[in-house]
């Protein structure tokens, strides 16, 4: 049988195929290959006389993202709260940099807008040829548009804690009560609410998946991204980087470089480029010899 793996916990998968749900085990087979299923995978499995299923084979993954684990990603989703906390736009910067070089397509939310006027924000990145919504977990407004952008799609949201991420998948999904927890006064940050990734379906098709704040959301070495392919990372860059005077600029510091003018000229966010050359100053630092067989 074949089915999409809508939960994992602690070795136990939850399939979703089409006549039912099955609670499924993996074969050991995997894990002397250094595989694990994950939530978004397609699998094949058999059903034993109990009614548990046995994962027989993982079906070839179109994207991934290691730190939480899914696979299969049309979209991320990344929320961040317009105030309480406010946004950290290089740390924003920095995963979607990591979902465009996986093929992940990047969407930003930003909530609060009943506290602070989100504008300026979605400003930024509206202008980066990146889709925006605005919602208020209150009220629910703006909801509406992004569950019906979604549908159809696999998606997953993450975002740091404390930014409405869990009040915004009860807006979407009035029915699933999902725990929210308060900005923690001493630390000005919110405590972690969602402890595993799990998919939930919509009613016109597609599924979203809530998953732990963006301290588990990790661009580790797994999600390396050289100095080299940092800049295609940046998609308002396309139109302004093969036209530098040298054909190996890194739109950092050299003359005649046709990103460094587009900034000058307002046609790319600074703190945008500001995030890139922070990123790419980083990257020079890696060796890509010594990541070879990770």
Not at 160 to 180: E, Q
Not at 201 to 228: M, V
């Amino acid at each position: 049988m074949n089915g999409l793996i809508i939960k994992a916990i602690g070795g136990l998968y939850t399939v979703e195929a089409s006549d039912g749900i099955y609670e499924c085990k993996a074969r050991g087979i995997f894990r002397k290959k250094g595989i694990s299923p994950c939530c978004g995978d397609k699998v094949e499995f058999t059903v034993e006389n109990m009614g548990y299923g046995l994962i027989e084979e993982i079906l070839p993954r179109r994207s991934e993202i290691i730190r939480p684990p899914m696979a299969n990603l049309d979209v991320l989703v990344f929320v961040s709260s317009v105030c309480e906390p406010k946004p950290n736009l290089f740390l924003l910067d920095r995963f979607i940099a990591v979902a465009e070089y996986k093929g992940i397509v990047p969407v930003v939310v930003f909530t609060k807008i009943d506290k602070q006027d989100s504008s300026a924000f979605s400003a930024i990145y509206r202008n980066a040829c990146i889709d925006v919504f605005e919602v208020n977990n209150i009220s629910s407004e703006g909801s509406g548009e992004l569950k019906s952008y979604l549908e159809g799609k696999l998606s997953a949201f993450t975002g740091n804690t404390g930014v409405g991420k869990s009040s915004l998948m009860n807006c979407i999904f009035p029915d699933l009560k999902l725990a929210t927890n308060e900005i923690s006064d001493k630390l000005g940050r919110g405590k972690h609410t969602t402890r595993h990734v799990q998919l939930y379906k919509l009613e016109n098709g597609g599924y979203i998946a809530d998953t732990p704040g963006f301290s588990s959301f990790d661009t580790n070495r797994y999600d390396i991204i050289y100095k080299e392919k940092l800049a295609d990372c940046f998609c308002e860059f396309k139109p302004f980087k093969d036209k530098c005077r040298f054909p190996d600029c890194s739109h950092t510091k050299e003359k005649g470089c046709a990103v460094i003018e587009a900034v000058d000229n307002g046609q790319i966010e600074q703190s945008r480029y500001d995030s890139y050359v922070k990123m790419y100053d980083n990257a020079k630092l890696l060796k890509e010899w010594a990541h070879k067989n990770v």
